[in-house]
């Protein structure tokens, strides 16, 4: 065996990839499966993206851009925040970067050295405990359920915080729980890293798909937070590979040092088709999908619980549905993986997002229209009878909402 290096022991496989082989392999042999395991929209990107990026193509758009990203997008984004959110950002802070991933590495690179901490909520996005270990820091997973609305809260950042502590991460909505930070909380928050001088790194990825409460970002409170965000998924760009950091004004020159080194630039035809993103025609369309994904996740939310799945989170933003499915299983891979043999309905176990309750936990991605939304729920009604008998479960009652209204 040639030599690797020790980092990789810390980095885990996602565990999902399992489920998504058999999903695959059961489609491969003509099966109907529903997909609701993936964490991208459904929707094709919108025509006008697909027009410029054509175009793009067509004139020769296929040389380097800068490491930063082409001026005009900057400035189309800092537009996009003064007209859509009213907050100033100076383009000079916006980084251009492959997909939110690339902002997420660039950042941490920025910070964290070897034995350095990180603050991260457990559950909670798992490519960010690898990156963290790649670069020989310290993930802090802080265990966070319905209690704090799934989300890092003054106390837990007090508590878990140490001499080493250099950054708290969080994502608002986040995944895999769609629980989104109220404005005032987020400023408790930031002030809180501010006085105990700990970066804020606010994965921004799923703004803009929000149910509940008016769009919104962490930029509005703080020039000196690190704020990560994305064409993937507001703007279902997914495969384009483009995302977006605003950085404190002194942070810009390193960051943009590292992009130089690791990524050399964005990918340059992605980076034209997004010039598009933000003209009127496309954002109501964008809209129109928005209610499309709130009627959808009003139907899971009022659907589930009957199931004996019931949410533990609200779900306020993204496309995810963070499920409780212990009334079924002790084990939630064993139930993803009995329902999709014996339904094709393709659901993610919990492990993959953490320790914290993740073994009887579940993600739902409502990343299908309504008709095949509501034939999933048929399916696990069936599915409920067969697999109860054989684990020797009671046949779930209705069950409330773990969430509180607020
Ligand atoms: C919370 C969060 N951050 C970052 C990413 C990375 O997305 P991308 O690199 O496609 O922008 C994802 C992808 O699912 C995510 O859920």
Redesign the pocket.
């Known amino acids: 065996m040639p030599h690797t290096a020790p980092r990789l022991r810390a980095i885990e496989p996602f565990h999902v990839m399992r489920i998504l082989a058999e999903a695959q392999a059961l489609a491969a042999s003509g099966r109907d499966v529903i997909h609701l395991e993936v964490?991208?929209p459904d929707f094709p990107t919108p025509q006008p993206i697909i027009d410029a990026g054509i175009a793009a193509l067509q004139n020769g758009q296929t040389f380097y851009t800068g490491a930063c990203g082409l001026p005009a997008l900057r400035a189309a984004i800092a537009g996009f925040y003064a007209a859509r959110l009213g907050v100033i950002v100076d383009p000079a802070r916006i980084i251009i970067t492959?997909?939110?991933?690339?902002?997420?590495q660039l950042i941490l690179a920025l910070l964290v050295g070897r034995d350095d901490e990180v603050l991260l909520t457990d559950p909670?996005?798992p490519?960010?405990r690898h990156l963290v270990s790649l670069l020989e820091g310290k993930p802090v997973n802080i265990p966070v359920d319905a209690a704090s609305n799934f989300q890092l809260t003054p106390e837990l950042i007090t508590r878990h915080a140490g001499p080493r502590t250099v950054a708290a991460l969080l994502?608002s909505p986040?995944?895999p729980t769609g629980a989104v930070l109220s404005a005032s909380d987020m400023a408790i928050l930031a002030e809180v890293c501010s006085q105990s001088q700990i970066a804020l790194i606010v994965?921004e990825?799923?703004q803009g798909l929000v149910y509940d409460s008016p769009h919104d970002t962490a930029l509005r409170l703080s020039q000196e937070l690190f704020v990560?965000n994305?064409?993937?998924?507001f703007f279902q760009m997914?495969g384009w590979?483009?995302?977006w950091l605003v950085a404190p004004a002194w942070a810009a020159p390193e960051l943009e040092k590292l992009a130089q080194n690791l990524f050399l630039a964005p990918p340059t035809p992605a980076q034209h088709a997004a010039l598009a993103a933000f003209t009127p025609e496309t954002l109501a369309l964008l809209e129109s999908r928005r209610q499309e994904l709130a009627r959808r996740r009003d139907f899971l939310l009022q659907a589930l619980p009957g199931l004996g799945l019931p949410p533990m989170a609200r779900g306020d933003g993204?496309f995810y549905l963070w499920l409780d499915c212990q009334q079924l299983s002790d084990d939630a891979e064993h139930f993803a993986s009995a329902l999709l043999q014996a339904e094709g309905v393709a659901v993610t176990p919990g492990r993959d997002f953490g320790a914290h309750g993740t073994r009887q936990a579940l993600r739902i991605a409502y990343s299908q229209p309504l008709p095949r939304l509501a034939e999933a729920v048929a399916r696990i009604a069936r599915f409920l009878p067969d697999y109860c008998a054989a684990t020797g479960r009671r046949l779930p009652s209705q069950q409330a909402n773990h969430f509180q209204d607020h």
């Open positions: 964490g991208e492959p997909g939110a991933s690339g902002a997420l909670g996005y490519c960010n994502a986040a995944n994965d990825i799923y990560v994305s064409f993937s998924k997914t590979r483009l995302g993204a």
